[in-house]
């Protein structure tokens, strides 16, 4: 016959490192996390300005540093994202609104795509990268979208 013995014992609750002050909305604590992360990930807000990104995705991306391109729109603070075709060419407009952290911020929804980017050398090679997207709420409505990067 097996023999079991169990004890009892105070329960351990990790301390979170999340604040949790009224005043730091779901964006601000997410805005914390990107900033810290390992991994390629990007955060903007409802008027499509980057409020955070890590360092790696800033590489992936081919943007620099992260304190140059926090504040500034996702398409206007060096993001150069070119088509598919062999010409190469820029993304329009029309087309820009269908790139996964936009899509997200607009659909409510979660997205998925690929990114053609072009870095800021001539001869550099492309990067294509797998972006995936989810909507970032704060009392119900999208305040923003957070998006992890994969390089393909």
């Known amino acids: 016959m097996a023999h079991v013995d169990l004890s009892l014992s105070e329960v351990f609750a990790p301390a979170s490192r999340t604040p949790t ?6 964006v601000g604590q997410w805005s914390a996390m990107v900033s810290h992360a390992e991994e390629p990930c990007l955060l903007i807000d409802a008027d499509t300005r980057v409020v955070a990104i890590s360092s790696a ?17 996702l398409l206007e603070g060096g993001l150069r994202l070119l088509d ?6 820029e993304l329009t407009e029309q087309e820009t609104d269908k790139i996964p952290p936009l899509l997200a ?14 870095p800021a050398g001539e001869d550099a090679p492309d990067a294509t990268v797998d972006a995936i997207s ?19």
């Open 21 to 26: 002050e009224p005043e730091c909305d779901n």
């Open 57 to 73: 995705g800033c590489d992936l991306l081919c943007l620099g540093a992260p304190e140059d391109v926090v504040g500034l729109p």
């Open 84 to 89: 598919f075709t062999a010409a190469r060419g």
């Open 105 to 118: 911020l607009h659909s409510g929804r979660l997205a998925r795509g690929l990114l053609r980017v072009q």
């Open 134 to 152: 989810t909507p970032v709420l704060t009392d119900g409505s999208v305040a923003g979208s957070l998006t992890f990067f994969s390089e393909i």
